[in-house]
């Protein structure tokens, strides 16, 4: 047998009896089976399927034990062991473990040793005790760095779960030692031993304020007063950019007294004064163990939650009551948690111990806190036992207990205190565990996209991001591709950071495709293994419930969908999703809708089995949800994105009668509710379809909705285009119907355009067909559509009523009534043009009541803009100015700019009869703009005598009379009657 030392701590460096190390390992999966052994199996043998499961956690257990068995077998020969000789591991077929009788000298046990005997050793005065003095030294002889420091095995997150937590101890362990030893040594009058020791532990931990209290005493009491108040300096600087605090008053205070040169150099015989004035700025927080983690330099952030946690610690009085950070693997609970502990640390008097139970066994964790004062409990036998003496020793006291990753109340239970001046933060991914401890819990989300942005500056450096505006660009990119996700953004920012020459926007693409999404890695974080830890926990039918969720791609769904896809009974789905939501893995709003954060939704879909059958059901299920909640725009809402989905997914999986059924489904909905994106892919694949299966007719009708899409959106050159083609198949197959429905829309256009003879003859030709046809609905139809022609084209509006009113007659025998809206709103149209306003309101109500009635989203709109125009002829600027806002408002989010340059005519409108002529004046020209985008040019000519209006008022009469006349030669143009009479009358005026 070779090996004789191992050292683990700064890294992994085995030695042979000569010191010669050892170099030559099989594989990484070797060094880390050996370290972990060498920790872990000296007094406590392991078992074989746990140390295969930690090592290989991804793989099924006889491999993992297979494995373990050829890597042991190979650890043998890499350490030089031969056949018959002595074995430094003691093997059996179930358990592994180091052999007592090796002669082997461990760094970390050796560390280990020393502090357990100072914290042991029966003296008076730790501070001024011999034995323990010498014992302080090895010790910090022996910690030179973190454990394992650098050490990965790259594909087992249990592994490295372990090691960081077994560091995090170590590093708390040592940074106590370190302290103690500083004091010992002024305590002696060992100044200048002491300020070595300080400055070993400010490397460890340089967020320590005693520590760094600590060095500008000793500085001063040298002779050295510039270099102490530097030190405060660095203090300042260090805890502003890690804890985002400044220093306390006890520092301040003898920053004062150095400032002020009241710091004596000692002489030597008052050395031993000098040295209790130390021990007693070390006092409390040397003597007051301080087990958290340090908190990350890169903390932002988290102000609601750390506002909430400081209440319900606040106001616990003596409720020991535990407070629970709940949320999702990756989401920073553990690094919140450090972050309070941290700011509450002046809190809690007799200081603040840390477990996890998830890594560590409760009975090791209770032995570490009674360690941490003074007392050993290891010869208790249960944990029962040593539970109650813990409670003992913290019942006087005043401690915050900080539990992390906490997945099981059982464990739990006895690391809790009695004491009332103990509080308990906790951390867990399980609701249920919170609730079963009474926890008081704050949900923890994903960061704001200003916290993103804040981590990417704080970890990249503003130089980093401070180039053209494409690279803050695209670090919003990658934050929002990694949907906010804290532990994603700072693996990827540390990629980054680790790669100086690598663009952003380089890894924006990459972070495009799912696999690099979840592959983030770097050191011991990686996001799937983060969420791999909740997957192994979870029960088999919960983990094909989970993986089933993936279909939906992070999108927001209904109960009775997922239980469609699952082929479940809607309750057992239920069960399982509240546990999945208990668990973090699910959110569940109070619409009873839930969700996946899109990582997981991405993990979630690696774990989807039985794809083709779940993605049949899928558009299954959304087809018949959109034939049977047509008309009804609150089941649709929530839906689209889903339904979209099954579109698409119907499309590439060539289902294409499908993809026709969902679109004879959606015709009218698209229109109604504004959806002309949507319709617009939908379209497109349906017609891949209809040429698929070779119907001729189902693409005529395809181009003909699709035309009627392009005409809501002001797309004329397009719906002309999708018309003509419409029209051919429709000639060549002799459908009556389809022609006159196309010539009608085919007028629409023209009308639109202001081409009125031609959107005349076309109307007619379709009126002349649909009455041979004998269809009262598009007969009414095309009597409105002839309303508006000859209310763009005659002074008189008789004609107009009476086809108005024709369509109306038409629709009292039609079950459908869409059609009423528009000739409601000719009627209103007329009635204004009369000066009938009362008639007009009561038309422009009725229009109103139906299209709310219908949901259908532009009409609504546009009877708002009659009312509107109403109460403007009728001077009610401040009603009007208020209906014009909520009306454009309504619009934008449609996209309609047709509809959107009409309400900015009449808000401009209302600020030029209210004197605000500024504001009159830009919203007029972003009213041209939005007429020029569509191409009228009626209204363009009408918000240009708008603006001719404004300069006369401004004085500029010249300017308006210019403005007027270009308008009079546009309608001329277009032999457009009532522009034409308008800008005569104004220059008449003008004259």
């Not at 100044?191 to 001063?220: C, F």
Request: hydrophobic share 40%; net charge negative; glycine share 4%.
């Amino acid at each position: 047998m070779s090996l004789k030392k191992v050292v683990l701590f700064d890294g992994f460096r085995p030695f042979e009896a000569d010191n010669k190390p050892i170099t030559k390992f099989y594989s990484q999966k070797t060094k880390a089976l050996l370290a972990y052994l060498l920790l872990e199996a000296i007094d406590r043998p392991q078992t074989r399927l746990h140390l295969a499961g930690l090592l290989w956690p991804d793989f099924p257990d006889s491999r993992a034990r297979r494995n373990l068995s050829q890597t042991l077998t190979a650890l043998r020969k890499d350490l030089g062991e031969r056949a018959g000789a002595e074995s430094i591991f003691l093997t059996t077929t179930q358990h592994v473990s180091i052999n007592p009788a090796a002669d082997l000298t461990i760094d970390v046990i050796e560390f280990k040793k020393r502090v357990t005997a100072v914290h042991t050793h029966p003296h008076k005065d730790l501070i001024r005790c011999d034995d323990c003095l010498i014992w302080l030294e090895e010790a910090t002889g022996f910690y030179t760095g973190p454990l394992l420091n650098q050490f990965e095995t790259g594909d087992s997150n249990l592994f490295e779960n372990w090691m960081s937590a077994a560091r995090e101890e170590l590093l708390q362990q040592a940074i106590s030692t370190f302290n103690q030893l500083a004091q010992a040594y002024s305590s002696r009058g060992r100044l200048a031993d002491a300020l070595l020791i300080v400055d070993r532990l400010i490397q460890l931990a340089p967020w320590q304020e005693a520590a760094h209290r600590l060095r500008m005493l000793l500085l001063a009491q040298q002779g050295q007063r510039i270099a102490a108040l530097n030190q405060y300096e660095v203090l300042c600087d260090v805890l502003m950019s890690e804890l985002g605090v400044s220093p306390s008053a006890e520092t301040d205070d003898l920053y004062d007294q150095i400032l002020a040169g009241e710091i004596e150099i000692p002489s030597a015989d008052t050395q031993l004064e000098a040295s209790r004035a130390i021990d007693e700025i070390q006092a409390t927080e040397s003597l007051s163990p301080f087990q958290a983690p340090s908190v990350s330099p890169h903390f932002v952030g988290r102000q609601r939650e750390i506002d909430l946690i400081d209440d319900l610690l606040a106001d616990a009085g003596a409720d020991v009551t535990p407070v629970a950070l709940v949320g999702m693997g990756g989401i920073g609970k553990t690094a919140l948690a450090a972050h309070m502990s941290h700011q509450f640390k002046p809190r809690f008097a007799d200081g603040v111990l840390w477990g996890n139970p998830a890594l560590s066994n409760p009975l090791d964790i209770l032995d570490v806190w009674a360690q941490a004062y003074g007392n050993d409990f290891t010869h208790l036998p249960d944990i029962e036992s040593k539970a109650t003496a813990v409670r003992g020793v913290l019942a006087d006291k005043n401690v915050l207990i900080v539990l992390d990753n906490v997945d099981d109340v059982a464990s739990v239970r006895p690391l809790l205190p009695s004491g009332d001046g103990c509080q308990v933060l906790l951390t867990t991914r399980n609701m249920e565990v919170a609730s079963a401890l009474n926890a008081r819990h704050v949900r923890m989300r994903e960061f704001s996209a200003k916290s993103s942005a804040k981590l990417m500056i704080r970890i990249l450096g503003e130089t980093r991001l401070d180039g053209p505006p494409e690279q803050m660009s695209d670090a919003t990119r990658i934050s929002e591709q990694l949907h906010h996700l804290p532990l994603a953004i700072e693996i990827a920012a540390q990629r980054l950071r680790s790669r100086p020459n690598m663009p952003l926007a380089a890894l924006a693409m990459r972070l495009e495709n799912t696999q690099q999404r979840l592959g983030l890695k770097i050191s011991d974080q990686a996001v799937r293994s983060s969420f791999e830890v909740s997957w192994e926990g979870l029960p088999e039918l919960t983990q094909e419930v989970f993986g089933a969720i993936g279909i939906f791609e992070g999108r927001s769904f209904a109960v009775e969908a997922l239980a469609a896809v699952t082929e479940l009974d809607i309750f057992d789905v239920e069960d399982e999703l509240y546990s999945l939501v208990a668990l973090s893995l699910v959110k569940q709003d109070e619409n009873q809708r839930y969700q996946q954060h899109p990582l997981l939704a991405d993990f979630a879909a690696e774990k989807l089995t039985d794809l083709s059958a779940k993605q049949g059901r899928f558009i299954n299920y959304y087809l018949t949800f959109a034939e049977t909640n047509k008309e009804m725009f609150e089941a649709l809402e929530p839906e689209w994105s889903n339904i979209n989905s099954a579109i698409a997914r119907a499309g590439d999986a060539a289902e294409w009668e499908s993809v026709l059924a969902f679109t004879d489904a959606l015709k009218s909905s698209w229109l109604r509710y504004g959806r002309y994106a949507d319709a617009d892919r939908a379209y497109s694949r349906a017609e891949t379809a209809a040429k698929r299966v070779g119907l001729d007719s189902r693409s005529a009708h395809n181009y003909l909705r699709w035309a009627e899409i392009d005409i809501e959106k002001s797309s004329y050159i397009t719906a002309s285009e999708r018309l003509k083609f419409s029209e051919s198949l429709f000639m060549r197959l002799e459908e009556d119907d389809g022609i006159a429905k196309t010539f009608y829309f085919q007028a629409f256009v023209a009308l639109d355009q202001n081409k009125f003879a031609e959107a005349e003859e076309l109307i007619l030709h379709s009126w002349k067909i649909l009455k041979e046809l004998g269809d009262p609905y598009e007969e009414a139809k095309a009597a409105t559509l002839l309303a508006y022609i000859y209310f763009e084209t005659q002074d008189l509006t008789r004609k107009t009523i009476e086809f108005a009113e024709q369509a109306l007659e038409l629709l009292e025998s039609s079950s459908q009534n869409e059609t009423a809206i528009s000739a409601f709103k000719i009627l209103a149209y007329a009635h204004i043009r009369d000066g009938s306003l009362d008639q007009a309101e009561d038309f422009a109500k009725q229009a109103l009541s139906l299209s709310h009635q219908l949901r259908k989203k532009a009409e609504i709109a546009d009877a708002l803009r009659l009312l509107l125009t109403i109460n403007i002829r009728r001077g009610n600027y401040e009603y009007a100015e208020k209906q014009a806002e909520e009306c454009l408002a309504q619009i934008q989010r449609l996209g309609n700019k047709r509809y959107e340059a009409m309400i900015l005519f009449r808000l401009a409108q209302i600020y030029f009869r209210t004197d605000r002529l500024l504001e009159a004046k830009e919203t007029s020209q972003k009213s041209m703009t939005a007429y020029t985008l569509v191409k009228d040019r009626i209204g363009f000519g009408f918000v240009c005598s708008l603006i001719g209006e404004i300069n006369l008022k401004e004085g500029e009469r010249l300017k308006a009379v210019e403005q007027w006349e270009k308008v009079k030669q546009l309608a001329d143009e277009l032999n457009h009657q009532r522009l034409k009479k308008h800008v005569q009358l104004l220059l008449e005026h003008a004259s």
